[in-house]
Each structure stands twice: as structure tokens, then as C-alpha cells.
């Protein structure tokens, strides 16, 4: 790596103590652009890089509810705005008993670079909290968005930061979030949150977005070989919203997805997963994946084995979490034979992963170009509040193809002008980059 680089890595790692997930994300990030610092001198001087790598505004808050029991609870809550040089600040809220100020960062860094590359105008950031909703009542869940957004709604607003989900924030929790913040500030401001129902201010395909536009993005990538998703056997891991889009719309282009998983487990469906079913197990009755297994009968069962890497594919989108699919996984992907792995989730691959499949001769789409149609839907969302409008779903879908294609496009022509052709690591992290950078210089020292 360039000294230069290297030297902010240190100073991000001395300054940022314990959050690896942000150091990964960080030094995957600067091991791309070597080039782009070779051939732009001026984004070192003005110290674009480590001014990127320190949020403009951490915000980290207590959260304190009480359960049915009538006991007291206490969560941390977090916002991140990490830069907002295109646009307000723009990203999902988590909330899993994993978050911590490491993960908030890592996915608020990744996101400067992902809605950079959706062309549309929108700057970085990301929430959450350590609250863990699973087994939690409805009325649970309702207490604890309203105390989160007690204290959220003075840091957000539609011209300052727009949050919407991310893993265990969906459609039910944006509700009750939207609900308080229209309660604390009597506005009814549809462009704070996106992700709404449709009834009240949400778009067409919000829902289906990630999965969706991560499919689009493979379908891009297999095109470009002369290839289609047409009769090609699926894995996908996880089980929620992005996993749930990806595998309906591989299903639509023709695929089989045979397997997908949640934090219990796996399950093979060798007759491909049956999607009215998973949408009753896992998003209608909030339940395990072997549920699945026992109301499907003979063609499904529980993976026994490793994890669901060892199903044997040609194409694999993980869609689940962070550092889920490790070099041995990629090893036992490559003997399998896949070709194409595609991240539906945020940084799953781990970096020996992604290495591994380098060696491999197996095509890698990164995240933050790969899942970029979940935040894209969302900018459209934004704009549909903007101009009190709602589009079709055929014309918002359109929309979303385009932008998939547009960044894969970009991703390639990037990646050949600087010297790592077909690489879409490098393309997505340079063509990302280089826009904010811009943006940054032209907006002075601040
Ligand atoms: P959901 O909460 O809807 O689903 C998450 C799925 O992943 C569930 O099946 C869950 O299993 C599984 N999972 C979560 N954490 C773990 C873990 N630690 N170990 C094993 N399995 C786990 O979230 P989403 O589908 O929205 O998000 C999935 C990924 O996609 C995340 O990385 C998110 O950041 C990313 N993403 C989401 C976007 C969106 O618009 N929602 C946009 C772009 C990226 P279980 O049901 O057992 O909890
Ligand atoms: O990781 C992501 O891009 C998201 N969770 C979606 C963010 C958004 O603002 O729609």
C-alpha cells in the first residue's frame, strides 16, 4: 500500500481502538485507491482520505424503555453521520444485540461509497442499537422505537439525516419511528424517514429493493460474460428482507435458489425454496427456518453440515450479515464449481474470502455496489416526498434496473481506467470515492 495510506490506516486504527469491523471496511477501502492518490496529488494535500475516515457527527444516546413485566430497560443508541458531501446524511438503523459503535461505523463508512455510486444526492451514515427485538411483544417493540426516536428526532430531519432499516428494522418498526416523530415535532415530514408503507408516504419497491437490485447487479454481471441467471442453481444465506427479494427475483429471471439460512440454521430445498412459504415462516410469523422444514415435507431439510456455503452452486449471494462467508467457505464455493458471488448484505465476505475468490478466478461483487438498490429506492422515495408524487411500480422498478446497470458500468469503467480490469472491488471503491472527494474539495476545508 502507498505510504500515505498506510499512515492514515494507523492513525484510523490508533484513534478508532477495538472497532475492527470499521478497520476492515476502512482498509478495504484504501487498499483500492493507491492509484487514484498516485494521479490526484491534491486529495492527499487538502487530506480528503483522513478527513473521510472521521465522521462529521457521532451521536451515542440512551435508550431506556420499560417491558411488559413492567421492568426497566436500558439500550444504547447510535447515529453515525459520516459525511455529507452529497447529500444529507443517508442510511438504514440496525438493531441486533451485536451493535456497537465498531459496526455503526463500519456500515455508515461503507455507505458514503454506496450512495456515492447511486448517482443520486445523498451523503453517508448509520444507526441503531444493542436492542435485540427478537422475542419481543409488538407493544414492546412499539416502546422502544418511541424512546429511540425521543432522542433521534433532533439529529434527523429530511434536508439533515434520513434514516430507514437495516437489519431488524423493517416496515413495523419505520411505523412506530415515523409515529413519535411526527408526534415530538407535530410535522407531518414524509422525507425523514424512507422505507414508509405505502400508504403514508412509502414507494413502490422500497420493500424489494436490495434483493432486488442485487440481482439486477449479478444478472449485469453475467450479461457482460454473454451469460443469464436462466436455469442456474442459487444459494443464498439469510433470511430477511434482502434474502427474501433476491430469491423472488431469481425465481422471476428463471434461477432456483435450492438453499438459504437464518442465525439457526440452513435448509436445502432441492425443489427450490417455496417463497410463499418463507414469507409466512419468517416475515409473517416471525419464526425459525425449521419451520420451513416442517410444514414443506420430503424436499426440504435442515442443512447438517458446515454451513450453507457447502451447498453446491453456481451463483452465491449472501445476504445475511457481516464476515459470514470465510476463506475456507470461498475454497469449498470455488470445488463447488460457483462462478459468481454477489453481496446482498454489507460486507460479508470476510478479507481472506475475498482474496480466496480472486485466486479463484471467481467474479466478486462488492456490497456497496452489489446491495446499492435498497438506498437508491429510498433516494427515490425522497424524491417522490419532495414532489408529493407516487410512482407505478413497473416505472419505480424501471428506475432501479437502470441504476444497477448504471453502476455496474461504472464499476467496470473504473476498474479499467485504473489498471484492474474486471475488478469490481476496485471500480466500485475508486468510482465512489472519487465523487465525494470532489465534492469534499470543491466545498473547502469543513
Ligand atoms: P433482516 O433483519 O430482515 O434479516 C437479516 C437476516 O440475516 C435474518 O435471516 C437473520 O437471521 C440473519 N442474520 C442476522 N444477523 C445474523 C447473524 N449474526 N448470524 C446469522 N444470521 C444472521 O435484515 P436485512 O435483510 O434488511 O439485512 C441483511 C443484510 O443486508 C445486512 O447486512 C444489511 O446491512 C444489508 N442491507 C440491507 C438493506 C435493506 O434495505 N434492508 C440495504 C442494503 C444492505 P434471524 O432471522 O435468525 O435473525
Ligand atoms: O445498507 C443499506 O444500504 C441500507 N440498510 C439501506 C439504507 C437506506 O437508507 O435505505
Redesign the pocket.
Known sequence: MDEQLHETYDEVLARNPGETEFHQAVLEVLDSLGPVVAKHPEYTDRAIIRRMCEPERQIIFRVPWVDDDGNVEINRGFRVEFNSALGPFKG?L?F?P?VYLGIVKF?GFEQIFKNSLTGLPIGGGKGGSDFDP?GRSDAEIMRFCQAFMTELYRHIGEYTDVP?????V?GRELGYLFGQYKRITNRYESGVLTGKGLSWGGSQVRTE??GYGTVFFTEEILRARGESLDGRTVVVS??????IYAIEKVHELGGKVIAC????GYIVDEKGIDLELLKQV?LERRG?ITDYVETRGASAQMGTRGSVWDVKCDIALP????N?LNGSDAKTLASNGCSVVSE???M?CTPDAIRTLADAGITFAP?KAA?AG??ATSALEMQQNASRDSWTFQHTEERLAEIMSHIHQRCLETADEYGSPGNYVAGANISGFIQVADAMLAQGVI
Open positions: 438504514g440496525r441486533h451485536s456500515l427478537k430507514a432499516g437495516d437489519i431488524g423493517g429493493a436490495t439469510g433470511s430477511g428482507n434482502v434474502a439460512s437464518d442465525s439457526s419468517k425459525r445476504c445475511a450479515t457481516q459470514e446482498g448484505a454489507n460479508p456490497g446491495n435498497g438506498v
